[in-house]
């Protein structure tokens, strides 16, 4: 089967097609439209500019998904849709798209969870491979890491999803942003805080780095907390400016925005790695999968990876690839691909009336999929 989707759920805007057959996801043509030069400026996305953009975009971005697949409407099975969660006037672009063409093309229609997109993510083969991806196997816990969204899920079977733990307060890629903020670093922070860190490991040994503390590391459950991380950052900031008779304005040392940036990636990094591993072995797990946009970071990619080999050496580590990490509409029908299987006949048939039914929903919920 042939999946178009589309994902506007917050400063991307994305369409995709791929095939789906035996079992084997395809990409055919996945094309992205980046708002980050125009969010940066602001120092974060701004919800009606982002509605704004993928209004100019979505038409652009559809007609070159749809030439690069080299594909016509009459032979597209199914379109799928980030419903939710995200900005609602980001979300209601996509959707009204969405529901735009499944209406006139007459095809069902499925609304997806930007998260089971991200999780999905992990099925898609590297951009270019000849041979398909190992697929993780059941049961999994996923560790997902977003600028919205920090949770271990305990996946049993395809589209089925427990959340066993969840922040308190911040999401990782939420206290990656806040942090390069602190630090005088743009937006998105992640990759700058990243990229900070790297070059402070190049140069020094890890141990003689500044410490900050890890959050609920012994709080005994799967949640966690990152806005104390933060909290300790702005505090480093204010002494370091005190005792360098510094004004809030003046530019930090690249020197101390390198230290600030390796402790805070480590701190992060250290309390992520170590609860996931506790997971997997308490759910006696298959497979360990890592999703969303900080999945992107290196350093949390290597060092999950060379923990769960050590500790648990029987349990394949799955890690999507660069391509699909950030926001992308792959993913999206990918997911779609996998709950379009699970559904009974009453099910799909349901989704020809998606053109009314898929709703924007900015507070949409992994509970209740
Ligand atoms: O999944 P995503 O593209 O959008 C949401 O669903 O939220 O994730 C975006 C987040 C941002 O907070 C960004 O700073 C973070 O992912 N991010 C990273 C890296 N690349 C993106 N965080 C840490 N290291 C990175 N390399
Ligand atoms: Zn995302």
């Given at each position: 089967?042939?999946?178009?989707?589309?994902?506007?759920?917050?400063?991307?805007?994305?369409?995709?097609?791929?095939?789906?057959?035996?079992?084997?996801?395809?990409?055919?043509?996945?094309?992205?439209?980046?708002?980050?030069?125009?969010?940066?400026?602001?120092?974060?996305?701004?919800?009606?500019?982002?509605?704004?953009?993928?209004?100019?975009?979505?038409?652009?971005?559809?007609?070159?998904?749809?030439?690069?697949?080299?594909?016509?409407?009459?032979?597209?099975?199914?379109?799928?849709?980030?419903?939710g969660p995200g900005?609602?006037?980001?979300?209601?672009?996509?959707?009204?798209?969405?529901?735009?063409?499944?209406?006139?093309?007459?095809?069902?229609?499925?609304?997806?969870?930007h998260?089971?997109?991200?999780?999905?993510?992990?099925?898609?083969?590297?951009?270019?491979?000849?041979?398909?991806?190992?697929?993780?196997?059941?049961?999994?816990?996923?560790?997902?890491?977003?600028?919205g969204?920090?949770?271990?899920?305990?996946?049993?079977?395809?589209?089925?999803?427990?959340?066993?733990?969840?922040?308190?307060?911040?999401?990782?890629?939420?206290?990656?942003?806040?942090?390069?903020?602190?630090?005088?670093?743009?937006?998105?922070?992640?990759?700058?805080?990243?990229?900070?860190?790297?070059?402070?490991?190049?140069?020094?040994?890890?141990?003689?780095?500044?410490?900050?503390?890890?959050?609920?590391?012994?709080?005994?459950?799967?949640?966690?907390?990152?806005?104390?991380?933060?909290?300790?950052?702005?505090?480093?900031?204010?002494?370091?400016?005190?005792?360098?008779?510094?004004?809030?304005?003046?530019?930090?040392?690249?020197?101390?925005?390198?230290?600030?940036?390796?402790?805070?990636?480590?701190?992060?990094?250290?309390?992520?790695?170590?609860?996931?591993?506790?997971?997997?072995?308490?759910?006696?797990?298959?497979?360990?999968?890592?999703?969303?946009?900080?999945?992107?970071?290196?350093?949390?990619?290597?060092?999950?990876?060379?923990?769960?080999?050590?500790?648990?050496?029987?349990?394949?580590?799955?890690?999507?690839?660069?391509?699909?990490?950030?926001?992308?509409?792959?993913?999206?029908?990918?997911?779609?691909?996998?709950?379009?299987?699970?559904?009974?006949?009453?099910?799909?048939?349901?989704?020809?009336?998606?053109?009314?039914?898929?709703?924007?929903n900015p507070n949409m919920?992994?509970?209740?999929?």
């Amino acid at each position: 089967m042939k999946i178009l989707a589309i994902e506007t759920s917050c400063d991307e805007t994305a369409a995709s097609v791929i095939s789906f057959d035996d079992g084997i996801l395809n990409v055919q043509s996945s094309i992205i439209s980046s708002q980050v030069e125009l969010h940066r400026q602001w120092g974060g996305v701004v919800p009606n500019l982002a509605g704004r953009e993928h209004t100019k975009n979505i038409i652009p971005v559809l007609t070159e998904t749809l030439e690069n697949a080299s594909i016509s409407p009459e032979d597209i099975d199914l379109i799928a849709v980030t419903s939710g969660p995200g900005l609602i006037p980001a979300l209601l672009i996509g959707t009204a798209a969405a529901k735009t063409l499944a209406f006139s093309w007459d095809k069902p229609l499925l609304g997806i969870h930007h998260i089971e997109g991200h999780i999905y993510a992990n099925w898609l083969s590297p951009t270019g491979s000849e041979t398909a991806v190992v697929p993780p196997q059941f049961p999994l816990i996923g560790l997902i890491v977003s600028g919205g969204h920090t949770q271990l899920v305990l996946m049993k079977d395809h589209i089925t999803y427990e959340i066993i733990g969840e922040t308190q307060d911040d999401a990782v890629g939420e206290a990656f942003d806040k942090v390069a903020r602190l630090l005088g670093l743009s937006y998105p922070g992640g990759p700058e805080v990243s990229a900070r860190a790297l070059a402070y490991e190049k140069s020094h040994a890890p141990d003689a780095a500044f410490e900050l503390p890890r959050p609920m590391l012994h709080s005994g459950d799967y949640n966690f907390s990152f806005s104390g991380i933060k909290t300790a950052v702005l505090y480093a900031v204010r002494a370091y400016q005190k005792d360098h008779s510094l004004t809030k304005d003046d530019t930090l040392p690249q020197e101390f925005v390198d230290e600030i940036s390796f402790a805070f990636q480590q701190a992060v990094v250290d309390v992520l790695v170590a609860k996931t591993l506790t997971a997997a072995r308490e759910h006696n797990v298959r497979s360990v999968i890592l999703a969303g946009g900080v999945s992107a970071n290196t350093q949390l990619r290597e060092i999950l990876g060379t923990t769960l080999r050590e500790a648990l050496p029987d349990v394949s580590y799955h890690i999507p690839d660069m391509d699909y990490c950030l926001d992308n509409a792959a993913m999206i029908a990918a997911a779609a691909a996998f709950r379009w299987h699970t559904m009974s006949d009453a099910q799909k048939i349901d989704t020809r009336d998606g053109w009314k039914n898929v709703v924007a929903n900015p507070n949409m919920k992994m509970s209740s999929l």
